[in-house]
């Protein structure tokens, strides 16, 4: 996502496994919708959808760089 305000971009990451092993200790916990080895991807959409649509930023601080502050790293 680009940030143009504050000259910024935010990169967001799903890591969304294919399928999980019976075994898996994520496999209880996946939405697999039954046995094990199931293909988990059919939710990624909504989930990646959630997470864009409920990012908020709450402290734009985090995007200015020190010579915005006034402490240095400017000329003379």
């Known amino acids: 996502m680009r940030l143009p305000s504050v000259d910024s971009d935010i990169v967001i990451h799903l890591n969304l496994p294919l399928s ?3 075994a898996s200790s994520s496999a209880a916990v996946a939405e697999t919708g039954g046995g094990g ?3 988990v991807e059919e939710g990624g959409e909504r ?3 959630k997470m864009l649509t409920s990012l908020q930023i709450k402290d734009w ?4 760089s020190p010579c ?3 402490g240095g790293g400017g000329e003379a």
């Open 37 to 39: 080895g199931e293909v």
């Open 61 to 64: 601080g985090l995007f200015e």
């Open 47 to 49: 989930i990646f959808r």
């Open 20 to 22: 999980l092993a019976p």
């Open 68 to 70: 915005d502050e006034g």
